[in-house]
């Protein structure tokens, strides 16, 4: 059955840098656009990025624009998140999603993602 899987989340100091993964497993990420989303407690999941299939287009939630970047290597199937700089206000459950449709627009909203993981906790703490 298609799963996704986060993984490299963790504590880190305002500041720091932290690399999240993708892994696609029993499928492969090569044929879809892959969304990372956040939700921290109380408040509602949101949009932080998005990369194209052909991972030539890459979209950011302008919370996080100039600190995060993403990018993906069929090789591994693995599609990674790499957050430069973070914040307090960066401490959230993290979810990888993967949207099948053969379009790519720039909207970061969740309903076109069809394949979720479970999330992985990344905490920026003094």
């Known amino acids: 059955q298609a799963q996704l899987v986060e993984s490299g989340g963790g504590l880190v100091h305002p500041g720091e840098s932290l690399r999240l993964s993708c892994s696609g497993s029993?499928?492969?990420?090569?044929?879809?656009?892959i969304g990372w989303f956040r939700q921290a407690p109380g408040k509602e999941r949101e949009g932080v990025s998005k990369i194209s299939a052909s991972g030539g287009f890459t979209n950011y939630a302008d919370s996080v624009k100039g600190r995060f970047i993403t990018w993906r290597d069929s090789n591994k199937n693995t599609v990674t998140l790499h957050m430069n700089n973070l914040k307090p206000e960066d401490t959230a459950v993290y979810f990888c999603?993967?949207?099948?449709?053969?379009?790519?627009?720039?909207?970061?909203?969740?309903?076109?993602?069809?394949?979720w993981g479970q999330g992985t906790q990344v905490t920026v703490s003094s």
């Open positions: 999603a993967a949207d099948p449709n053969i379009y790519y627009d720039e909207s970061l909203a969740e309903g076109a993602f069809k394949y």
């Open positions: 029993g499928f492969s990420l090569d044929h879809h656009a």
